[in-house]
């Protein structure tokens, strides 16, 4: 087994997220198809954890049923202990595109998940999390007059909103242009560390999860299993010139399989 | 320039009437009516206080048609779309009767109703039905599947579902799609006053031409069918123009 139990926080706390035996496999064409394989994972409290792999290799899947939108063909999930069975408002998935409801405002789509709030307190929260992902000016405006940052940052501002144990981001950045996709990392970390909340991230950019994670899971290609599990040791911020930083990176992308060269 | 933008439609159509107008004056004697004449027709037709109350019968009958294929349509089709098996079930029968015109109902929408007003409103009703049916369904499939899932993250009820996810979602396409049934429903109860009632801008355009070719009134007739049938759409874009559905033109 791959799976390497590093506690970065140095607490014995029990996992936030545990993933135990997760299976998963498609009928196609009457043929099985194992997807996931025999994965086993914990994520600590408070943890940034990236998942990588080659392209069509479950990574989405892996999310999607840890989220509890897809059920899995054997193992389980576990949050706090507690067996995941469906979606549930307390963990969230983010969307890469196209998330966030274009009938809504920036503040109708940060408060939709707050209708059961008292009025004053949805109003402050909204207020919060209009402040906290930069959208200050764009209350009442809808999402078509907002760029792609701004979308998928509403979208985080949504999800952050109903104050949910684990956040699930699915490849967030990946419609957003290269420049952009540098601020937003910048802007999540930002984010993260001021709300402390459980992040999983997919993504199949090596540089992102080396810049945003605490550990990096590798998938090996279908069925997939975890290849490696990288703990990133570095603080925050990172410098990306440095030779650490190049190191770790340079052992992503060995583990995917991918030349040092083009 | 904006001024001149505005009146370019105006002076079109102004230059129609009058090349119309000349045409009809370069051969005297022929049946067709100038617009002069068309005009002399309308204003007969008010003189009598014929042509409100064939306007108010046609738009009654309308009206009725279209908002009970509307209020049956609408709900039916969204929840086919979603139970997909009730609509694998239910799509032969709407394809077999889809391509029935309705005029094709008349001699039935006759035996079942009667001559009045009933018998133009059930055909304006089959005319409506189905196409607002299709809509509806269609509307449901194009629902992004994010929005679905983001909804069911969020924890909504069934009801809730319903009416924060799923009505919004489908809303910009039944509005393209209730516009264009609206031209259907203005298109068959004209076909449908010239059969089967004894009122309506239908049954004056057949009965001007019977009672003695009073060719003014039956294109006085046409006229005023295409003018309601220009203001009916405008209407029904002013809905898409409202506040609340703002977004919709500027989705992206």
Redesign the interface.
């Known amino acids: 087994m791959a799976q390497t139990e590093v506690d970065i926080h140095g607490t014995q706390s029990a996992p936030k997220l545990s993933a135990e035996h997760l299976g998963m496999a498609y009928e196609r064409d009457g043929q099985s198809m194992q997807v996931l394989e025999g994965i086993n994972l914990d994520v600590a409290d408070g943890e940034f954890v990236c998942l990588v792999g080659p392209s069509g290799c479950g990574k989405s899947t892996m999310l999607n049923a840890m989220a509890g939108f897809l059920s899995l063909t054997s193992g389980s999930v576990r949050i706090d202990g507690e067996v995941v069975t469906g979606p549930d408002p307390r963990r969230i998935l983010v969307f890469q595109e196209r998330g966030v409801f274009p009938w809504l405002t920036v503040e109708g789509n940060i408060g939709f998940g707050l209708s059961k709030l008292p009025r004053a307190e949805r109003q402050q929260r909204i207020a919060h999390y209009v402040k906290t992902v930069r959208l200050e000016g764009f209350e009442n405006s809808y999402p078509s007059d907002l760029s792609g940052g701004m979308k998928q940052r509403l979208q985080v501002a949504r999800a952050l909103a109903v104050n949910p144990d684990v956040l699930f981001l699915d490849e967030p950045f990946g419609a957003l242009d290269s420049i952009t996709r540098v601020i937003m990392r910048g802007e999540l970390l930002r984010i993260w560390q001021s709300e402390r909340r459980t992040i999983f991230f997919v993504t199949h950019d090596i540089d992102e999860a080396v810049q945003l994670a605490d550990r990096v899971v590798v998938l090996s290609s279908r069925p997939s299993q975890i290849k490696q599990v990288l703990t990133i040791d570095m603080a925050h911020p990172r410098n990306i010139s440095s030779t650490r930083y190049l190191e770790l990176r340079d052992e992503l992308l060995k583990q995917i399989g991918l030349a040092y060269e083009i | 320039m904006k001024y001149f933008e505005r009146l370019r439609p105006v002076l079109l159509v102004a230059a129609l009437f009058a090349i119309w107008e000349i045409a009809i004056d370069l051969h005297p004697g022929y049946i067709l009516p100038g617009p002069i004449a068309v005009a002399g027709g309308i204003l007969d037709l008010l003189r009598h206080g014929l042509l409100l109350k064939y306007i108010v019968a046609s738009l009654f009958r309308v009206t009725w048609g279209f908002a009970l294929a509307a209020f049956l349509a609408i709900p039916l089709g969204l929840a086919l779309g979603w139970y997909r098996r009730g609509e694998m079930a239910i799509n032969p029968l709407v394809q077999f009767f889809r391509p029935i015109s309705p005029l094709a109902w008349i001699p039935i929408a006759i035996l079942w109703f009667g001559v009045g007003d009933l018998a133009a409103i059930f055909l304006i009703f089959v005319g409506c039905f189905f196409p607002l049916l299709l809509t509806a369904m269609n509307a449901v499939h194009n629902i ?1 599947v ?2 679905i ?2 909804g ?4 909504l009820s069934p009801s ?1 579902f319903v009416t ?2 799923l009505y ?2 489908v ?1 910009p396409q039944l509005i393209v799609g209730l516009r264009i049934t609206l031209g259907v429903a203005w298109l068959v109860v004209v076909a449908a006053e010239m059969i089967s009632v004894n009122s309506g801008l239908g049954f004056l355009i057949v009965d001007a031409r019977n009672a003695g070719n009073r060719y003014d009134l039956v294109v006085a007739g046409m006229v005023i069918i295409g003018v309601i049938g220009l203001l009916l759409d405008l209407g029904m874009r002013s809905l898409e123009q409202m506040k609340s559905f ?2 919709i033109n ?3």
Not at chain 2, 152 to 155: A, H, I, L, P, S
């Open positions: 992004p994010v929005y899932d983001a069911r993250n969020f924890g809730a924060r996810i919004p979602a809303i703002r977004w500027s989705e992206g």
